[in-house]
């Protein structure tokens, strides 16, 4: 399996940026897809995430409202839309992928746990 994130960069507060996540070696569209970060000094943290379909998405409190999470199956891509960004939301972010379950309800917590593929990361900054 292989993520590979583009997109990152340096802005300033209050700008917006999109990162891009493509993958590989799975069945795209059976997959949960996901955002975690890491700011220097911290914890890796969830982010946003996306479930199989499209239909269901997740977000860290300290986004929400901001970040907006998107996928296109049919081009194997999972995109975080990042809008009115802070100096806070300066990381490197981690796409992330496992296998989603496909019930008729599957709780939030799924959506922020473990992950089992990781990709290697891009950094944004947001200087202010």
């Known amino acids: 399996v292989q993520l590979v994130e583009s997109g990152g960069g340096l802005v300033q507060a209050g700008d917006s940026l999109r990162l891009s996540c493509a993958a590989s070696?799975?069945?795209?569209?059976?997959?949960?897809m996901g955002w975690f970060r890491q700011a220097p000094g911290k914890e890796r943290v969830f982010v946003s995430a996306i479930n199989y379909s499209g239909k269901n998405k997740y977000y860290a409190l300290s986004v929400k409202g901001r970040f907006a999470i998107s996928r296109d199956n049919a081009n194997n891509t999972v995109y975080l839309q990042m809008s009115s960004l802070k100096p806070e939301d300066t990381a490197v972010y981690y796409c992330v992928s496992k296998e989603d379950i496909k019930g008729n309800y599957v709780s939030e917590g799924y959506y922020q746990g473990t992950y089992d593929y990781w990709g290697q990361g891009t950094q944004v900054t947001v200087s202010s």
């Open positions: 070696g799975r069945t795209f569209s059976d997959d949960a």
